[in-house]
């Protein structure tokens, strides 16, 4: 029988040195600590953004690792409605915690990159990895190819995987660890990567009809040097993250997906689908189940994306009934 393990911080992994592949270069320099007294605000209203206020005097450590990660995935949805709007916000830390405290979210890049700056102000050992997602149509990984931004925290030596940027994914951290790691309904894989040399293998888990996997490369980064292709992907025609609108969020028994205009909720029960069938019926979903503000964006600019959206799924609707 497989051994698939659970990320439960009560039953770490041993504590013991990480060398070769297994953990982060020594050498490496973690971010900065920012003094939460810079930006008392910032701090106070991110914390209190995720639901847990009582985190800000808590204990840089695991338990408290695991309680921001599993807030974060829950109340800040993965999403590309800002691209699909045409201002998506910049990539840099200060314009991705902005997103996120006005009740928006982002993409990998605003996601990680906020909670990389929420991580370290809190005083955990942060670092930033390029790094690639695979698509579920890409036959093959695409190696550390700079379409994705991966985030790594060491505690008592042992280098763990965070990541709040790869939407319907991880509902908590994963160890550095080969093996297969059980969150919810879903089971994910870790391992060396074959496409990056030194580098680490994220498997998703395929019943999350999502994407294949995702590989990181181990050396350290900074984030500019992490986000250069963000320009491209969100705004380049040809971008799949401009062409396809996507909103997604994970919780502890599955995850709800929006693409284009097709709502998909998988979890313990199964799956479940349906197609939104009007701008209201839209900003509703975007609203109850996302948890997105929608303060600040049209209405006008809202119908014009569903109405886009919706003509899109449309013709692919189309296509593959001829195809059938």
Not at 176 to 195: D, H, I, K, N, W
Not at 276 to 305: C, T
Request: hydrophobic content about 40%.
């Amino acid at each position: 029988m497989d051994d698939v393990r659970s990320t439960e911080p009560s039953r770490p992994p041993g504590a013991a040195e990480p060398s070769g592949p297994s953990g982060v270069p020594r050498t490496s320099n973690p971010l900065r600590t920012p003094d939460p007294r810079e930006q008392p605000g910032s701090l106070a209203a991110y914390l209190a953004r995720l639901g847990r206020p009582d985190l800000a005097s808590a204990p840089a450590d695991l338990a408290t690792l695991f309680a921001l990660h599993r807030a974060h995935v829950e109340r800040v949805p993965y999403e590309t409605l800002q691209i699909a709007l045409g201002h998506p916000p910049a990539a840099d830390a200060a314009s991705s915690v902005a997103s996120v405290l006005h009740g928006h979210g982002g993409y990998c890049f605003h996601l990680n990159g906020a909670f990389a700056w929420l991580l370290t102000a809190l005083g955990y050992a942060v670092r930033h990895h390029r790094a690639g997602v695979q698509g579920a149509r890409d036959p093959e990984p695409v190696g550390a190819n700079g379409n994705h931004l991966a985030l790594t925290v060491e505690l008592a030596g042992q280098a763990w995987l965070v990541d709040v940027g790869l939407g319907s994914a991880l509902h908590e951290p994963v160890p550095l660890v080969e093996g297969r790691y059980r969150q919810g309904p879903f089971t994910y894989g870790l391992r060396p990567s074959e496409a990056v040399p030194g580098g680490w293998r994220f498997d998703h888990d395929l019943r999350a009809d999502s994407f294949a996997g995702m590989d990181l490369d181990l050396s350290p980064c900074s984030l500019g040097e992490a986000t250069t292709r963000h320009t491209e992907l969100s705004t380049a025609p040809e971008s799949i993250f401009v062409k396809v609108l996507a909103v997604q969020r994970r919780d502890a028994d599955g995850v709800d997906l929006l693409r284009s205009v097709s709502l998909t909720r998988i979890d313990r029960a199964g799956r479940r689908d349906r197609v939104l069938e009007s701008v209201a019926d839209f900003e509703g979903v975007l609203r109850g189940v996302f948890g997105l503000d929608l303060a600040g964006m049209p209405r006008a600019d809202l119908a014009d994306v569903w109405a886009r959206q919706a003509a899109a799924y449309a013709a692919y609707r189309d296509k593959k009934a001829a195809g059938a």
